[in-house]
């Protein structure tokens, strides 16, 4: 399907990547992954044609058909979303003005006998037997059926795509893609604006899709549950295996483990030649044995073991003044978008230095709040800043607020104040950004590399309050974990806005569930959040709530059908309680390989027996769906 050999990339003098090789076939699910600025966004805008590589060659069938989901989309305003995703079948949409043109031509006509009338007759034969092959008569369904699977609703078809936020937007722009039958996918962070629901949807598309996929993404669980392949781009080489991310990384380790041994070993052998050389150098009669060990060194090829990139951001978010002890008052506020409540006289009081979650589902107010503390919509209701309250926010959609026409120096630079510009180019430096890469176009910044810039940024304002939302988008796992102990150790007050359970671990102490317009306070940590919720995970929690039947209603209900449902609620548990041990034992395996890797790994058949309990556990959260789902169906 695609051949890419000898692909080759730089950047101001220096490569991102060279002499990239490998190939796409039907079938591959590539997650493709690499530390933010690797290189994996290059690598699919070179893929989609988007960009010219330096050296190299992509050769594909002419008639293949590639999509693209980007980070950052622009869309035409005043088109519905129903227009916007019937962009996907321009074609049809081609065939569909010419018919009406055909047809507007033989209304107004009376010349019946005459040879002009007869040829539009024959062009609208021609053009409807067009339109049937190319799905003229299904594209509608099948795009409503897409787009609910995406979470839009049917009320939402004929709002203007202005009305909504990036990440639905977004949403729309995969939409077209899944609805364009391409040969090849590149999606670049699929997942950043999807919902539970959708996420799990699009993971059952994909499995079933046909063609090739290539996904940039940072969402280990969506990587294992869809791919079958992995490609790491690390220092410019790519290591392609044909495991899901998971497997990938220990077979990685084994590697490495591997190569280790392998150069051990052959080091104490040169070592050994080496001392034989020096002992037969010195005697005439073993001069030529001595010349002969030297050319059988020369001819070694020395083992090298993987280099793995550990180059990381310095992060610390220091503390401007001392606030008031209240620092946030929000009383009955409200806010809708149009006939869309999003708010009903919420209440909130925010302490200093309190550590705060805002979750829930996709939708459910979450941002919206957030933009309302930071003064960025307007609203109803009170809302009241304590003295000395200094505001830093991170926002989720980081494109909007950076400017793509800017460098990244200069982007420091206008954010600066005169006590702190002379230190840009430090605070750009502990952020990754050196050298010359300070005078890339933020336009050209990959979406780790946005999230890190307006990290930096954000050393430059004053702030006792930080409020992130989804910080970790984009993020690789070493920069999420290097983003988390820099807010532990943040002596301020924290408001996150996240869905990344293992990332809140630790970082809250008091959790609001934003739910049906309102908000849920929890006087803990996120897993005592959780725990009170009855969930092992936010997969969990941010699945759509099953609207039950009301005590009238189970009342007409058959015996069998009750029983049926019993029956189910049962298995539920039972699936639940299985996958809560199992969840549990990997935890405690994952732990004794931290502590004693060489050990464990030593014992037979650990690594099958490792992954049997990973596919065992999968299989259980597959089976804890089909029967929420039959729940679902069964009670509707």
């Known amino acids: 399907m ?71 989309i622009d869309f035409e305003y005043g088109r519905t979303v129903l227009e916007e995703s019937y962009e996907a079948f321009k074609a049809i949409k081609q065939i569909e003005s010419e018919l ?16 002009g009338y007869h040829q539009l007759m024959v062009d609208i034969n021609e053009l409807q037997h067009q339109y049937e ?65 959708s996420i799990i949807w699009l993971e059952s598309f994909l499995k079933n899709y046909s063609g090739a996929v290539v996904i940039v993404s940072h969402d280990r669980m969506f990587l294992d549950n869809v791919t079958n392949r992995t490609i790491e781009i690390s220092l410019g080489r790519i290591y392609d295996y044909p495991k899901p991310y998971s497997k990938y990384l220990v077979l ?58 550990q180059s990381v951001m310095c992060l610390n978010f220091p503390v401007s003044v001392i606030p008031g002890k209240v620092v946030i008052e929000a009383d009955h506020i409200s806010k809708n978008y149009g006939d869309n409540q999003v708010l009903k006289d919420v209440n909130l009081l925010i302490e200093r230095d309190s550590k705060t979650a805002f979750v829930g589902q996709n939708g459910q107010g979450k941002s919206t709040l957030a933009k309302i503390i930071v003064g960025e919509i307007k609203h109803k209701g009170h809302l009241k800043l304590g003295h000395n309250v200094q505001l830093g926010y991170f926002a989720q959609n980081q494109a909007e607020y950076l400017d793509g026409n800017k460098t990244v120096l200069d982007t420091m630079i206008d954010a600066a104040n005169e006590t702190n510009r002379s230190r840009v180019r430090d605070i750009l430096g502990s952020f990754l950004f050196r050298g010359d890469e300070v005078d890339k176009y933020v336009r050209v910044l990959s979406g780790g590399e946005r999230n890190r810039l307006a990290l ?21 796992m070493t920069s999420k974990n290097v983003l988390k102990e820099a807010l532990k150790r943040y002596e301020g007050t924290l408001i996150l806005v996240s869905h990344d359970r293992d990332f809140l671990q630790g970082l809250s102490n008091k959790v609001y569930e934003f739910k049906d317009r309102k908000i849920k306070e929890y006087l803990g940590d996120i897993d005592y959040y959780l725990e009170s919720r009855n969930v092992e995970n936010m997969r969990e929690v941010e699945k759509r709530t099953i609207v039950k039947d009301s005590p009238k209603k189970k009342q007409q209900q058959s015996y069998e059908e009750q029983k049926r449902l019993k029956a189910l609620n049962n298995k539920l548990s039972s699936v639940e309680a299985k996958i809560s041990q199992l969840e549990k034992e990997i935890k405690a395996v994952d732990l004794e390989l931290e502590i004693n890797y060489e050990a464990i790994t030593s014992e037979p058949n650990f690594f099958d027996n490792y992954q049997k309990m990973k596919s065992h556990l999968q299989d259980l959260m597959q089976k804890w769906e089909d029967i929420q789902l039959e729940i679902e169906q069964f009670v509707d």
């Open 2 to 72: 695609m051949n890419i050999h000898n692909l080759s990339i730089s950047f101001q003098g220096e490569y991102l990547f060279e002499d990239l090789t490998f190939k796409l076939g039907n079938g591959d699910r590539v997650g493709l992954i690499g530390k933010n600025g690797a290189g994996k966004s290059t690598l699919l805008r070179i893929l989609s044609r988007e960009m010219e590589p330096d050296t190299g060659q992509i050769a594909t069938d002419k008639t293949l058909k590639i999509g693209f989901l980007k980070q950052d």
């Open 100 to 115: 009406e043109n055909i047809n507007t031509q033989l209304a107004e006509r009376s010349d019946y006998e005459s040879e």
């Open 133 to 197: 092959i190319l799905g003229g008569y299904n594209y509608q369904g099948n795009t409503e059926k897409i787009l609910q699977g995406l979470g839009f609703k049917r009320d939402d078809f004929n709002k203007l795509t202005d009305t909504f936020s990036g990440g639905w937007r977004m949403r729309i722009e995969l939409a077209k893609l899944l609805l364009e039958d391409n040969d090849v996918l590149l999606l670049d962070e699929p997942t950043n604006h999807l919902d539970i629901e």
């Open 252 to 309: 990685r380790e084994e590697l490495k483990a591997q190569q280790l041994a392998s150069q051990k070993n052959q080091q104490k052998q040169i070592e050994h030649t080496e001392k034989l050389i020096e002992k037969f150098r010195a005697k005439a009669s073993k001069a030529s044995m001595a010349q002969s060990l030297i050319k059988k060194l020369d001819r070694i090829e020395r083992i090298e073991v993987d280099e793995d990139d």
């Open 456 to 476: 930096a940024k954000l050393m430059l304002q004053p702030f006792n309050v930080l409020i992130m939302d989804e910080p970790t988008n984009h993020l690789d």
